[in-house]
């Protein structure tokens, strides 16, 4: 067992890096392996957030040491903050009161359709929010600087969300530089919540009769969950990294099989317990008022990304990771800033000034690691619509100017945008609502200014649209000649 | 006379009245004599780049050893070559080999895609795997930082751009546009074509936008203009992907150093005429950017699948 550690540092620093691909945006199926991270896989219901409870029942919280990137994080900090300067890890109070308030906090919140706020804390959306605005922008200014890999614009990031995903971030490590897995099992809602599983672990790590009370364990415990004095190991906070193990030279820490939970430190817990059931009935209550009040958008509702079917129930689920946004082929998608309203800071969204949803793509609805995104096909993708467009004919350059222009109806990839004769041998844009998708390529390369002459909006209830095909035979519009093939090479040159 | 010359005689008659009636307008060229327009139908783009390039002079002609050169594909949209919205990759990629058997220093090749990532442009129209094959690099247009800004003598209105650097610093230009209808502009063949190395397209649209497509072509006419007729969006251009969109499969490859005579060429062959409130083409006449009477061009035209060999 004493390879347990080589083999955590082994793991979790694959997963990191998988992680930081990712969120660079350069591979698809790192970011679909973002998907076995707990509490994305926990929100969307998926099998590895099983994997893990069964795992945490088995043995402990494994995941917080292999899977977790604000883990591998925080673990890089504490092992610099040990050696540089503390030269040991410091014992820790158990914090009960605030993990489990905290915990209970963030999981009613996440219950009552906050997910994006449980995302402030929730690791793998911190460190998510944290790679996308910072850790992408550098590698791509690498890849522009050194020529290693293909050129790509640097998107700026919306500023707020930047500085917020730098502050939690860095307190984050900054705190594991001193006290190593402090975040771990204070704030961090997966940790509480695999924590409460690994409290009845039927596998744990116990003192054996080797063991010579040397203290060696307890100053490499991450967690500083081993207290030598009293001969216990508090299993709930364990984050089964190996260290104490690995340590250990005397065997004086086995695994045993038990079912019972092991003797806490007595703790007086009466009035403690008392306020904590207060908090979460308040905080439930406050939850439940406030969701229609925090929902409500601001201005009009912005277009979700393709496969957040009701917007509603998708800005109940996101946590705002921010993968989507990382790996958007057409640069449209940016974390949300009060559009959606208050609870749905830092969700992805559709900003047409930026870019556009390219025809060609479903990749965010494929990767979605929360399951706020259901898979589309790329067939489905292209008839998927996440908004309307509005068309503006008194700002249209066409009118104002009297000049041709057309770029709209250039971009519209199903026609919904057209270009139908005005005067003077001028064509105009005409709107046929039932066939726009909502991408937002009209909107994007509109020349007017300040105001465009086309806006796209999202709709409340993504769905399919009609087959353009169907609506086209349908009208019986002076539909263009079947492709008439030129065979025979007697045909002239029609010049 | 003889019955034999007699017959002979009618034989010739026929056949030239045949050919007149075929050919109405321009001149016909005899074999090995210089023209200004090659017309070639009937084999695959990349061989019937060979057989125009041949009657214009060779590929010698355009590229001295030791040169720089740029060729400007439309690679404006996210599009497998079946589609029809980007250049043919076999035609990129024959060109760029043709250039560097002349003996270019470098051959590169960019657009300024429409959509927004421009790598999957470059990879799913295939043109990047036949540029790299064949000995060509290619580079981003999609990159604002890289574009310099130049005048534009005697343009009317885009009297300055930002202008991709490829295409300044480059001593050969070879145009390689892909004919389509196109909803806002009517047509794009080989000046709209050029409206990719300029940065700021939206200030086109808003500005006259037939008038900056023809002052585009005063930032530097290209050496040579190519355009790709082999698969012809006739409806629902540029992109192809309303239900409205229509190809025809014309098999033609047209060559000149004139962009102004390939473009009136062009409009012929995709069988429209340009409306007076988009016609580039009439702009790019009084700008005096090529002969826009295809009467008084000598033009070849070769009907590759009629030949034997």
Redesign the interface.
Known sequence: MKKLRIFRIIISTLMFLMICAAFSGICDEAAKVCGVEFFPAFAAGSVMAIFWIILALVRGRAFCSFGCPLGFMQDVTGFLGRKLFRKKCLPQKPYRFLRYSAGVFLLVLFLFGFSSFAGFFEPFSVAGRFLNTWLRPLFQFIGNVTGLWDYSEITPVVPGVAIASAVILLLIVIAAFFRERLFCNTLCPAGFLLGVFSRIARYRLKFSDKCLRCKGCEKVCKAGCIDVENGVIDNERCVVCGNCQAVCKFSGLTVVNTFLPQSQVPEKLDRKRRLFLGGIAIAGVAAAVGKNMLKEPLGKLPCAPPGAGNVSDFNQKCTGCQLCIANCTGKVLTPAGLEYGIAGIGQPRLLPEKGFCDYNCNKCSSICPAGALTPLSLAEKKRWRVGKVTYFRERCVVVTDGEACGACAEHCPTGALDMVDYKDGLTIPKVTPELCIGCGGCEFICPVRPLRAVEVSGVAQQSLIVDPEVLQSGKKEKTPPAPAVQKSADDAFPF | MLRRDFLKGVAFTALAAGLLK?????AAVKEGEACDLV?V??KSPADMFDLAIAELGGMSAFVRKGQSVVIKPNIGW??LPEEGADTNPELVGRIVKRAREAGASKVIVFDHT????W??CYK?SGIRDAVEKNGGVMV?G???SVYREVEIKGAKVMKKALVHPALLDADVVINVPVLKN????TMTCAMKNYMGVVWD???M??????QTIADSVLIRKPDLNVVDAHLVM???G??G????S???????LLASKDILAID??AV??L?VTM????NYLEKASELKLGESD?KKLK?K?I?A??RKS
């Open positions: 075929r050919l109405p307008l321009g017309a139908r009937g996210n599009a429409c959509d927004a990532d790598v999957a799913r981003t999609n990159d604002k196109h909803g806002g502009a397209r939206r200030w649209h808003k500005n006259k936008l037939e006739t409806h629902g540029p992109t992907r309303s239900a409205r229509r190809r025809v499969k014309m098999n033609s009136m060429a012929k062959m069988g409306p007076a409130h988009r295809l033009i035209r009907a699948d009629k």
